[in-house]
């Protein structure tokens, strides 16, 4: 029977990926029908609106959100000049959450004494990739204001399209530094500084061309980011080589110190990257990695926080990541209650120096989590923890295969029940 049920299993598999493309599909089409309409019927509204909604994922939903609470095109387009501002104005208030909804909201009303509205709540918004269109969407009208004369984002972090801003939480420029993984002095000086605190949390990135980039380390106090470049292999000449290999060991040492704290417990942001750095990049040996005490993975407390609330609903592995850092960034919409936008994810970390938009990036995503394991302590939420490194790699991998295992068991139940039932009535 588990030979028959192996032997279909295949073809099943192959039509649920084929209903689930012919359904992104039918959706992909069905918005395509409803921006033919509304270009034939508002051909120089949508002419402007059409290249913000390429912008950013989501966009093309956010529109149809806005018109569906609008109650229709034709009455909003239609409202007398007051009317018109009130519901503006309610919009913006109240179901604007970032940046992409402000622009599409401004380019469907498409005067500009709806942008300058936006602009007293979003002084950023004519600093964002939306500026241009937004200029082209209130029909190329001037501002009272010059707005390249205005205050830039560079200087602090505020940055425009990551809408949850270090600012906010007290954390100015100041506090976060930048250091070359190789100025071992100043590493030490910083993982020592955010020692003194007990509780940091880890966040690792990497790039396409610099496979280790950037390593992030912050405190409530204080944020550190450790610019990995020239761990990657720079050069053929041996003499380097030999020189960066040496740089290698040093910073090794160094970081090796600090994560065999026990005084310290570390979260860490995005353990399995984190792990591939700590074992290829600097070249942790097993018995090393044991001995790395009190780490806290993000992913293995919201799996634990996922399943907790879907009450005891089984919780196939496929996908699992994903759904964890969903969960994860639901938590903190509905906790700080402001959007957390992971676009800078995606960005070039190749990048030196890295730009503001990243550097902002590169510390908000450690910062938070500090927040988040807080907002969970005060809930005495059981978060795991675990006494090394090691421990939590196994306990990843204990979930892993329970998951998969439980998987494939319910497939072959389910094919098997259908093979019963077509063989035997």
């Not at 390429?54 to 939903?61: C, L």
């Not at 387009?77 to 009317?83: I, P, R, T």
Request: charged residues 30%.
């Amino acid at each position: 029977m588990i030979h028959i049920a192996s032997k279909f299993k295949g073809k099943i598999a192959n039509a649920l990926n084929t209903l689930d493309t012919l359904k992104e599909e039918m959706k992909v089409s069905s918005y395509e029908k409803k921006l033919a309409k509304l270009e034939k019927k508002y051909p120089d509204r949508m002419r402007a609106l059409k290249p913000m909604l390429k912008e950013d994922n989501g966009n093309i939903e956010r529109l149809f959100f806005f018109l569906k609470r609008i109650k229709s095109l034709k009455k909003a387009f239609q409202l007398d000049n007051q009317e018109k501002t009130g519901l503006f104005s309610m919009l913006l208030e109240t179901d604007c959450k970032n940046i992409h909804d402000v622009a599409i909201l401004v380019g469907i009303f498409g005067q500009v004494a709806y942008l300058k509205a936006a602009l007293e709540i979003y002084p950023d918004l004519m600093h964002s990739k939306y500026a241009n269109h937004l200029t082209a969407a209130v029909g190329g009208e001037k501002l009272a204001f010059d707005v390249s004369a205005s205050e830039t984002t560079d200087g602090y972090f505020g940055e425009i399209d990551i809408f949850i801003s270090l600012g906010e939480f007290g954390i100015p420029r100041e506090k976060v530094t930048l250091i070359d993984c190789f100025e071992i002095q100043s590493v030490g000086l910083a993982l020592n500084d955010l020692a003194k605190d007990g509780t940091v949390s880890i966040y690792f990135m990497f790039g396409k061309k610099y496979l280790y980039s950037y390593l992030s380390v912050a405190s409530l106090k204080k944020i550190y980011i450790f610019d990995l470049r020239q761990i990657n292999p720079l050069t053929q000449d041996p003499a380097v080589e030999q020189a960066r290999a040496k740089k290698i060991v040093e910073f090794k040492a160094t970081l090796m110190m600090f994560l065999m704290r026990s005084d310290v417990t570390k979260l860490l942001a995005n353990g399995n990257d984190f792990k591939k750095f700590f074992k290829r990049g600097i070249g942790c040996s097993k018995q090393e990695s044991k001995e790395c005490l009190y780490f806290v993975d993000r992913r293995l407390t919201f799996f634990k926080y996922y399943r907790e609330q879907k009450k005891g609903d089984d919780l196939q592995y496929s996908g699992i990541n994903k759904r964890i850092d969903d969960q994860y960034h639901e938590f903190i919409e509905a906790n700080f209650s402001r959007p957390f936008n992971r676009g800078a994810e995606i960005s070039n970390w190749d990048l030196r120096p890295a730009n503001p938009y990243q550097l902002h990036f590169l510390a908000l995503d450690p910062y938070l989590l500090l927040l988040v394991f807080g907002m969970l302590d005060k809930t005495q939420y059981p978060y795991e923890k675990f006494k090394t490194f090691y421990e939590y790699q196994a306990k990843l991998l204990e979930y892993k295969i329970k998951t998969n295992l439980k998987k494939k068991e319910q497939k072959l139940n389910h094919l098997a029940q259908k093979m019963k039932t077509k063989l035997f009535g």
